[in-house]
């Protein structure tokens, strides 16, 4: 479920939120639309931005420097990776990248390097053991391309490194450790992976509430990954995983417990330190660990009856994409909230810390259709009488604090990525939308389909 903040409810105009349209480049898609792939990717080396525009039957690969001017393009075939998605790529040391092409029916990826001086490309086939594993997840960093896999059968995950076109492969055996569910009955790591799929957060990003309520979140740092596990209430389960030396390192994060049993917990990972919250319809706990000591640096017990001074907003409730509007009081936030899937994504800019704490949840009703007549509006309906719906919901806080973990008096202003979604719904006429985050904005690409170009649009946080 998509996330609009409090104050886009408010906002009239789009004046307040225009941004600078860095460049253009004229391509007409023509049909092809629906079978086009935008990516965008930084070369974190040279800091040059790449955008690859990927049609059935040509590729476009655009080159700008750090000032976004474009200085050089290649256009060619897809030859060899004809009916095949776009999965990534990569930076070789000469500065040149390197795509991912996937194909689950062949079970293989063709990395594809592209030269962009000579106009010219190498490709080589990467067997991918589908029948072994399950993909988890994909991402780049620092110029490297990372495949993230499950086994089916062992109890491991498994690492691929894609390095100036060679693939490293790096086994990561968990049958060492031991795992328990939430009734605390022992499982073996994949029924608990199975039960709790992994969900990656994004490094330096604003992730969503809804992805934060995963209860196993994978975070991506530089030759190292973070796991952490909260099917349990009354700890985080967290693995440090060292993609060098295979070395993986076991810790445990005691979660804060209250007078009643807790109806729903997580934590999040965010600059060592771990932040925790355990929560029933009485009280929300909230604590603050240091991650190398497992002390607590800050700690926080709210009842029903108190306000939650560490919010910087009111206490919102928001169904599907309407406006969120706001619950009365704290009992009233943590009744829903402990219905919910709790969650909480920490958030960092040049000026403060941003928590978001909350839930999502969806509910599930069956209602009554007798007297409407759904064949004047969808022809022949499945069935008839009564139908089940099912609306996505949830509630969330937002608080800001300065770096040094101290709380502020401060009001929420718009995020870059805020602004995007406001800006994307705003204008229907922008599809294929990418965004990539530079060291001091975002970057929103996206095919006009009324000017037929590829727009370079930039984007910031706060008010302009």
Not at 375 to 384: A, Q
Not at 407 to 430: C, R, V
């Amino acid at each position: 479920m998509k996330q609009i903040f409090l104050f886009l409810s408010l906002i009239s105009s789009t004046v307040l939120l225009s941004q600078t349209v860095l460049h253009s480049y004229p391509i007409d898609l023509k049909n092809k639309i629906g079978q086009t792939q935008v990516l965008n990717a930084e070369n974190t080396t040279t800091h040059d931005v790449f955008a690859f525009v990927a049609t059935p039957d040509s590729l476009s690969i655009l080159k700008y420097n750090s000032a976004l001017f474009l200085n050089d393009k290649f256009i060619t075939s897809r030859k060899y990776v004809e009916n095949r998605s776009l999965m990534g790529c990569s930076f070789s040391e000469d500065g040149n990248p390197t795509l991912y092409w996937f194909s689950g029916e062949e079970k293989n990826i063709i990395l594809v390097k592209y030269f962009m001086e000579t106009k010219t490309f190498r490709a080589l086939k990467f067997p991918v053991p589908l029948d072994e594993q399950f993909i988890v997840t994909q991402y780049q960093r620092d110029n490297h391309f990372y495949l993230l896999m499950q086994s089916k059968t062992k109890q491991s995950l498994t690492a691929f490194v894609f390095k100036n076109g060679i693939a490293e492969e790096r086994l990561l055996d968990f049958s060492p450790f031991v795992f328990r569910d939430r009734k605390t009955q022992q499982k073996t790591f994949n029924q608990i992976l199975n039960e709790n799929p992994i969900e990656k957060m994004d490094s330096g990003e604003n992730n969503p509430l809804y992805k934060a309520t995963s209860k196993t979140k994978i975070y991506t740092l530089p030759n190292r990954l973070i796991l952490t596990l909260d099917q349990s209430f009354r700890k985080t389960q967290l693995f440090e995983i060292n993609l060098d030396s295979l070395e993986i390192t076991e810790k445990t994060f005691m979660k804060p417990i209250g007078e009643k049993n807790p109806k729903t917990s997580n934590s999040f990972y965010h600059e060592n330190k771990l932040y925790q919250i355990n929560v029933n319809a009485d009280e929300l706990l909230f604590d603050i660990k240091d991650y190398t000591t497992g002390e607590s640096i800050k700690t926080f017990a709210v009842s029903k009856k108190d306000t939650i001074r560490f919010s910087n907003s009111p206490l919102l409730m928001q169904i599907e994409d309407r406006a969120p509007r706001q619950l009365k009081n704290t009992a009233k936030f943590l009744k829903e909230l402990s219905n919910l899937d709790a969650g909480l994504s920490v958030f960092k800019n040049k000026k403060n810390l941003f928590i978001t704490l909350g839930g999502t949840g969806s509910d599930l009703k069956t209602v009554s259709m007798s007297g409407f007549n759904f064949d004047d509006f969808f022809g022949d309906f499945p069935s008839r009488g009564y139908y089940n719906l099912e609306t996505n919901y949830s509630v969330f806080i937002e608080s800001i604090w300065t770096k040094k973990l101290e709380l502020t008096q401060e009001t929420h202003e718009p995020f870059a990525s805020d602004k995007i979604y406001y800006f994307l719904d705003s204008h229907k006429e922008a599809l294929l939308s990418n965004t990539l985050k530079l060291s001091n904005y975002t970057l929103l690409s996206y095919y006009d389909i009324v000017t037929k170009q590829l727009v370079l649009r930039k984007f910031t946080d706060g008010f302009n």
